[in-house]
């Protein structure tokens, strides 16, 4: 296009400037917008408005709309801006992707530590979220019994499920528990007791904060018989007799476990049977025909993160596998009293079986691990005669496993008056087999 005079010239400069100037205008305003648009999530501490910086207070100021817990919402009597009951979190984020308005949400202490802060980052721009931490509840309570909390462990059971936080605790020397009104203190420590792991003093703090503030110094067994607050927080610190053995994580010897004599993998074959378990730390184990118990309670000292799960009828096993239980201080593993296979349809799938005793049920066992055992799994099974050798390895490759057997003969020395000699014991047979992927 030909411009034919300056006066087109000039319109088309105004016409220029004009936009630009319309361009700005928008610009400040979509500035201001995202502004207004910002989330301030601010953590309310123990103490009221008292616990809050002068920042938070001058940022809370400047908000058009306060959402939050009652008890949050009545910090701020005389705000003037609109106030909003917290509700679910899917509605909490549809009203803040709607909103053009400033806005404060209220949490309680740190909102990065077990807080809504995750799911509102999850579903919205993380530029729009600017985080004001407080006061936990676990710090205060901590401070009120005067016990250090750096080297503890802070679990949430509230609405998350009592297994997992259980899992957590029994592996720890000191765990901070938030409850909810299902995972009660009580319902915790009935599970607790029933793993073996009940060495603990426990505190049951309770209405932080609040009037009615209290905190109850018991043990594990004393929780049963308290009635908790629905807002509590639940301290466990590991305790120990002063005349505690340290055992070995691995190789505890024979005659430390408490047993029927025939009825106990032996040291040396523990170790060869725990190498080809290749354990790691967060598996899940099943012991098939437990008896002493001396297989999990090495693994669990391998794996402390990982669930092991013992299974055992014999009644005498029983009781000695509860005193073993107790006196290796042993946290993740459960004892099942049950014949397989029957006691394992309600366990989780198991990552690695050890099967050390098969009562005459070795096939259907197989099978029902089997059906169980995650792809790329491993079954170890220990066995002391050619016939279960013969049938587990047939059984076994049958069922596309990838077997691997190995004959240990262990020898040891005996005194014969002022001289030594080897003394054989029967050879074992350790059968490793691993599971394929599904195709």
Not at 20 to 26: D, E, M, P, S
Not at 141 to 152: L, N
Not at 354 to 377: M, S
Request: with cysteine; charged share 25%.
């Amino acid at each position: 296009m030909r411009l034919a005079h300056a006066t087109d010239k000039q319109v088309i400069f105004h016409f220029w400037d004009d936009i630009v100037t319309c361009l700005k205008t928008i610009s400040k305003r979509g500035m201001r917008d995202m502004t207004q648009q910002k989330i301030y999530l601010v953590g309310a501490g123990i103490e009221g408005w008292e616990g809050f910086s002068s920042t938070a207070l001058d940022v809370i100021a400047k908000t058009e709309v306060m959402i939050g817990h009652q008890r949050h919402l009545d910090i701020f009597p005389a705000y003037p801006g609109r106030k909003m009951i917290l509700g679910t979190l899917p509605d909490l984020v549809d009203f803040l992707k709607k909103t053009e308005q400033p806005v404060a949400v209220l949490a309680s202490g740190d909102p990065n530590f077990f807080g809504i802060s995750r799911f509102l980052m999850r579903n919205l721009p993380k530029e729009r979220i600017v985080i004001f931490a407080n006061v936990t509840s676990m710090q205060y309570a901590f401070s009120r019994i005067k016990e250090p909390w750096d080297d503890a462990i802070f679990v949430s059971a509230h609405g998350r499920g009592m297994q997992a936080a259980v899992d957590k605790i029994i592996i720890s020397e000191k765990a901070c528990v938030l409850t909810d009104k299902i995972n009660t203190p009580a319902v915790i420590a009935q599970e607790m007791i029933e793993r073996g792991a009940e060495g603990y003093e426990a505190w049951l703090c309770e209405d932080l904060g609040l009037d009615s503030e209290k905190f109850t110094r018991t043990d594990v067994r004393g929780l049963l018989g308290l009635k908790a607050s629905d807002l509590n927080i639940l301290i466990l610190i590991k305790t120990y007799e002063p005349n505690l053995v340290h055992y070995p994580l691995i190789g505890i010897a024979d005659d430390e476990f408490q047993t029927i004599k025939k009825l106990i993998t032996k040291q040396e074959i523990r170790a060869v049977t725990l190498s080809k378990l290749q354990l790691q730390d967060d598996l899940v184990m099943w012991d098939i025909g437990a008896g002493s118990c001396s297989v999990s309670i090495e693994a669990s000292n391998l794996m402390p993160n990982g669930r092991i799960f013992a299974l055992e009828r014999n009644p005498v096993c029983v009781g000695f596998i509860h005193e073993n239980l107790k006196k290796f201080c042993t946290r993740n593993v459960k004892l099942i009293e049950a014949y397989a296979p029957d006691g394992l349809d309600d366990l989780p799938d198991p990552d690695r079986v050890f099967i050390g005793g098969a009562g005459g049920q070795l096939e259907e066992i197989i099978d029902a691990v089997d059906k169980r055992l995650k792809p790329e799994g491993l079954i170890v099974l220990n066995a002391v005669t050619l016939d279960t050798l013969s049938k587990a390895v047939e059984y076994l490759e049958d069922n596309g496993y990838d077997v691997d057997a190995t004959c240990v003969n262990i020898s040891k020395t005996r005194k014969l008056t002022e001289y030594k000699l080897f003394e054989a014991q029967n050879p074992v047979y350790i059968i490793s087999a691993r599971k394929g992927n599904i195709q």
